[in-house]
């Protein structure tokens, strides 16, 4: 591995480059998860006026 020289005459390491940053991630992560949510609730409301509508012409044919 090469040694590089900080300036002062000492030899070092070179440091290993830093991965994405995790607040990036989670920040991410938690869009992900509500556009999820959100998409979850408006397909559970879409079920349920779908449910409700078709209850509601059953009642009324009887």
Same mark, same amino acid.
């Given at each position: ?5 900080? =300036? ?36 559970? =409301? ?17």
């Amino acid at each position: 591995m090469e040694r590089l020289d900080d =300036g002062a005459g000492e030899r070092k390491s070179p440091q290993p480059a830093a991965p994405c940053p995790p607040h990036r991630r989670q920040r991410f992560n938690r869009l992900v998860r509500r556009l999820l949510l959100q998409s979850l609730l408006g397909a559970a =409301g879409a079920a349920g006026a779908t449910l409700i509508t078709w209850l509601l012409a059953w009642l009324q044919s009887l």
